[in-house]
């Protein structure tokens, strides 16, 4: 049986506990990056930034991406992963930290487009 803890709101502090154990139990982690953990989101937000910026020149990635429409509403969702983490200065705090990942979402609704993008650290691999 394969177990992930996927973790959007639970606080950083409770994360770091939970998450050793849980590698420990063969288990596996995707938890979101949020401003209280500035140092962390800064690095991932400046890599994605970068990254998609220049494209995949020089920097390795996957992305995946899907397209929905309904009820009025465009949404684009990409997904861009990396297993090149070596930059990440405090990845060893993070046992079995493989991957790091951003999600787009651009939602146009009624002609109105808005862009978000959230980020995540996971002990999986990154998607290929």
Not at 49 to 71: M, P, R, S, V, W
Not at 78 to 97: H, V, Y
Not at 99 to 107: H, K, L
Request: charged share 30%; hydrophobic share 30%; proline share 1%.
């Amino acid at each position: 049986m394969l177990k992930i803890l996927l973790s959007q709101s639970m606080l950083w502090g409770h994360k770091k506990l939970l998450q050793p154990k849980l590698i420990d139990n063969g288990g596996e982690y995707i938890l979101a990056l949020k401003g209280n953990h500035c140092k962390l989101h800064y690095e991932v937000i400046n890599f994605f930034d970068q990254a998609l910026e220049h494209g995949e020149e020089g920097t390795e990635y996957h992305k995946y991406e899907e397209c929905n429409e309904g009820h009025g509403r465009t949404e684009i969702r990409r997904i861009f992963s990396t297993e090149n983490i070596n930059f990440l200065k405090d990845r060893a705090q993070w046992k079995g930290l493989k991957s790091i990942v951003c999600v787009e979402a651009i939602r146009t609704i009624k002609g109105k487009a808005s862009q978000e993008r959230r980020y995540y650290i996971s002990s999986l691999r990154g998607c290929r």
